[in-house]
């Protein structure tokens, strides 16, 4: 079955920092790849995402390439502020109801 | 916008209480969603519904059961609550038949509590 594999948090960083997180997937077929974002006491919102392999989604400055030889999908910021605080998801979607499989969540914490 | 609104926030119940959850979607999505988050766990999908009064068991769908008798509304239903059912319980939905089809408007999510 599908599943997706990230790296367990929670990750604190300064302002300025650079982020990654890592996310690794397993699936048939050919999955569409998506970052979510959860703000603290909110439901989760779309960052960006991937339809297929090479494609480089990215938003707020916020970057991901879907690398299909190593069936990954790392999320990466090149310098986080203190409002990138939040819980971040991976997730696949295989089929044409468009039910995501998400990992388990990273916790990032951004200090001034 | 899309705008999911689930009109709970927080509940807390007692073991062997029926509970309802409710979901609303103002843009005519065929498409809704129930996940239940879990710290460690992720979002597992409860069941979701492609159409009114279609539905689709997810990956965990004991317990639950939903309904659906109008589009802009999917409802969650625990027949007999039980503390391992404590938890966020997250609402989505989603338009098909475009190329934005696979992205989720997600609710802000009900918190409940099971004592």
């Known amino acids: 079955g599908n599943s997706v594999t990230q790296m367990e948090g929670p990750v604190t960083l300064s302002e300025e920092a650079f982020l990654t997180i890592n996310c690794t997937y397993t699936a048939t077929g050919y999955p569409s790849l998506f970052w979510y974002v959860q703000y603290p006491g909110e439901g989760l919102q779309l960052l960006l995402k991937?339809?297929?392999?090479?494609d480089k989604g990215s938003n707020k400055g916020f970057e991901a390439t879907y690398r299909k030889e190593t069936t990954s999908f790392h999320l990466e910021k090149g310098s986080v502020q203190v409002s990138d605080s939040a819980v971040y998801f991976c997730a696949l979607v295989t089929d044409s109801w468009g039910k995501l499989q998400f990992g388990a969540g990273t916790q990032v914490v951004v200090t001034p | 916008d899309v705008k999911v609104t689930q009109s709970s926030r927080y509940l807390v119940k007692r073991t062997g209480e029926k509970v309802f959850l409710e979901c609303v979607q103002d843009?005519?999505?065929?498409?809704m969603f129930w996940y239940r988050q879990d710290p460690g766990l992720g979002l597992r999908l409860i069941y979701f519904s492609y159409d009114v009064k279609m539905k689709e068991k997810g990956d965990i769908p004991e317990g639950y059961s939903v309904s659906r008798e109008k589009k802009e509304r999917f409802s969650l239903i625990l027949e007999s609550a039980s503390t391992n059912q404590t938890s966020m319980y997250l609402c989505?939905?989603?338009?098909?038949?475009?190329?934005?089809?696979?992205?989720?408007?997600f609710g802000a999510g009900s918190r409940l509590t099971v004592l």
């Open positions: 843009m005519d999505h065929e498409n």
């Open positions: 991937a339809t297929k392999a090479d």
């Open positions: 989505a939905s989603r338009i098909t038949g475009s190329s934005g089809a696979n992205v989720l408007t």
